[in-house]
Structure formats: C-alpha cells, structure tokens
C-alpha cells in the first residue's frame, strides 16, 4: 500500500451542489487528508505518540472488560463518577485558620 493518498473529487449532478459538498466532505473524512493535515503540523515525539497509544489501548480494553461483565450479568461494576469542582477555600476557613494559630486581625477605623 502507497503512503500517498488518492486525490479526492466529487462530480456535480443536475446542478445539485449541497450534495456533491456533502458527499466531498465524507471522501475527505474517509480519506483521512484531513486529520493527516492537522496530524503534520507540529511535531509530535515518538514517545509522545507511544504514549497516547498506549493509552487508547488501555482505555479499550477497559471498555470491553466492562461490556464483557455487563453481557455476563454481573451487577457489581462501578462507573467512574466526574468530580465536582470544589472551592479552595472560603473567607470563613481562613478565619478559622487564623484563629488556629492564635493570631486575631483587627480593623482600623
């Protein structure tokens, strides 16, 4: 197999041109050009590419595991929960940590 790609086109029909955008922009997808595009911009390390294939890896074979025990009937599986976002602090916690240390702050009038 040739690493060049086939140049794609797409003929316009009776003048019908949404159809022959639409059908070029699913060639082109197929094709692959555009994602080769944006993948040839920068350079990517080989052990950044390593990295992120591995990854996928993981991540599928984590989602057959886990389509295999729901086949199975097995009830025990726990999807991962998004975590919220929690605030850092509040003016009423450093209150509190300023009175931990005995320190009391005082307003000038």
Known sequence: MSKKKSIVSVEVR????????KLLKRKQMDSGHLFE???????TKPKTVRRKQKL???RRNNLEV??????SGDTTIRLKEKKGYTPK?????????IETYGLRM????
Not at 89 to 97: A, G, H, I, L, R
């Open 37 to 43: 595009l944006k993948d040839r911009k920068e350079f």
């Open 106 to 109: 005082t307003q000038k009038s």
């Open 66 to 71: 886990m389509l295999d025990k729901i086949e």
């Open 89 to 97: 602090s509040t003016p009423k916690d450093e209150e509190n940590s």
């Open 14 to 21: 009776k003048g019908d041109i949404n159809r022959a955008l």
């Open 56 to 58: 996928d890896a993981i």
